[in-house]
C-alpha cells in the first residue's frame, strides 16, 4: 500500500476517503518517531523539506513535476471515469437497464487501470462486459457478424443521444491510451505493454456499446426519431 505523509490537522472529505480507500492509498498526518518529513525529486533526486506547488507524488514521497507523462495519463483517465459518470446521468432515463449495468462494468475497469498506474502495478488480465481480450477484439472488429452493423460506420447525429455519448467515450479512451504510450515510452521501446492491451481494448469495448445502440441491443437503438 503506497503512503502520503500530509499535515497534521489536514482534513479529507469523506469523498476522498473513499477514492483513497478504493486505490488502496494510505494517508499519515505525522511521522512516527519524531523523524523529519522530506520528499525527493524522483528524477534527480533532491530532496525538499516542502513539497513545492509545481511538483506533485509519482510514488509515495517521490516527486514529479505536475506535467510529467505518467501524471497526465493519471489526469486522461481521471478524465474518462467523469466522462463515464457524466453519461450515465445524462442516459439513466432513456436507457435505464442493461446500458447504464454496462457502462458501470467499464468504470470499474477504468478505475482498477488508474488504480495500477497510481500503484506502479500491471493491471491484470482483462475482463470487460463479460469478454476476454480476444472476444472484445473480435467484436469490435466484426461488427456486421455480431451485430449487422456494417463496420466503419461514421456517427451520425440522427443516431440518437446515447450513440453520441458511446462515440465521444470511444475516442477519448483512444486519447488516454496515447497519453499511456507517451507515459511509458523510452526511445523506441514502450514499458507496461500490458496497459497499451487493456486501454486498446478498451476502445473496443466503447466501440461494442456504440454497435449495440444501433443494432436495437438497449431497446430503441437510439434514433432522434424513435
Given at each position: ?10 482534513i479529507?472529505?469523506?469523498?476522498a ?12 498526518f505525522?511521522l ?8 525527493t ?76 498506474e ?63 504510450v ?22 473496443s469495448g ?9 443494432s ?11
Amino acid at each position: 500500500m503506497i503512503e502520503y505523509h500530509v499535515e497534521k490537522g489536514s482534513i479529507l472529505s469523506p469523498a476522498a476517503k473513499d477514492y483513497l480507500n478504493q486505490v488502496k492509498i494510505r494517508i499519515l498526518f505525522d511521522l512516527p518517531g519524531g523523524e523529519k518529513r522530506y520528499y525527493t525529486d524522483a528524477l534527480t533526486g533532491e530532496k525538499y523539506d516542502e513539497k513545492p506547488e509545481n511538483m506533485t507524488h509519482l510514488t509515495g514521497n517521490r516527486l514529479v513535476q505536475k506535467d510529467h507523462p505518467r501524471i497526465v495519463l493519471r489526469g486522461a483517465l481521471d478524465h474518462l471515469e467523469s466522462q463515464i459518470v457524466f453519461a450515465q446521468v445524462m442516459l439513466c432515463y432513456k436507457y435505464p437497464g442493461q446500458l447504464i449495468n454496462d457502462l458501470e462494468d467499464v468504470l470499474a475497469f477504468v478505475r482498477n487501470l488508474l488504480r495500477a498506474e497510481v500503484m506502479d502495478e500491471r493491471p491484470g488480465d482483462i475482463r470487460l462486459l463479460g469478454m476476454s481480450s480476444a472476444e472484445l477484439r473480435e467484436q469490435s472488429h466484426h461488427p456486421e457478424k455480431h451485430f449487422g452493423v456494417k463496420a466503419m460506420t461514421p456517427p451520425h447525429y440522427s443516431m440518437g443521444v446515447g450513440l453520441a455519448h458511446m462515440n465521444l467515450l470511444r475516442s477519448q479512451a483512444r486519447q488516454v491510451e496515447l497519453a499511456a504510450v507517451s507515459a511509458y515510452r523510452n526511445g523506441n521501446k514502450v514499458s507496461n505493454q500490458e496497459m497499451i492491451l487493456a486501454l486498446n481494448r478498451l476502445s473496443s469495448g466503447f466501440h461494442i456499446l456504440c454497435c449495440r445502440l444501433l443494432s436495437g441491443f438497449y431497446g430503441d437503438g437510439g434514433s432522434v426519431n424513435e
